[in-house]
Nanobody, 114 residues
Framework: VQLVESGGGLVQAGGSLRLSCAAS????????IAWYRQVPGKERELAAK???????NYGDSVKDRFTISRDNAKNAVYLQMTNLRPEDTAVYYC?????????WGQGIQVTVSS
């Protein structure tokens, strides 16, 4: 199974972007799917997570600005990002666990200009 991200790019501060994470198979094989982000030289941090049941949780730095959702019919998870800030600039990764194995996407760049 693979996870493939799309939707990244360059946006001005205050703008919005929607990231998509498409699973090559059924997303129900994942107990949860999460979006992480990483800036060079810093640890990867959790942005948002959604469980198979639809429960969500968010990193403190993105609460009230980012929304994670899933479309089971399309085997996809989305991250709607609003009121973007320059500090949101990072590579964003989609990830999920299948059994004892972690599956990661290749990552996608999001750049927020001031």
């Amino acid at each position: 199974v693979q996870l493939v991200e799309s939707g990244g790019g360059l946006v001005q501060a205050g703008g919005s972007l929607r990231l998509s994470c498409a699973a090559s198979g059924s997303i129900f094989m994942f107990k949860a799917i999460a979006w992480y982000r990483q800036v060079p030289g810093k640890e990867r941090e959790l942005a948002a997570k959604i469980t198979a049941g639809g429960d969500t949780n968010y990193g403190d730095s993105v609460k009230d600005r980012f929304t994670i959702s899933r479309d089971n019919a399309k085997n996809a998870v989305y991250l709607q990002m609003t009121n973007l800030r320059p500090e949101d600039t990072a590579v964003y990764y989609c990830a999920g666990a299948v059994g004892a194995s972690a599956v990661w996407g290749q990552g996608i760049q999001v750049t927020v200009s001031s």
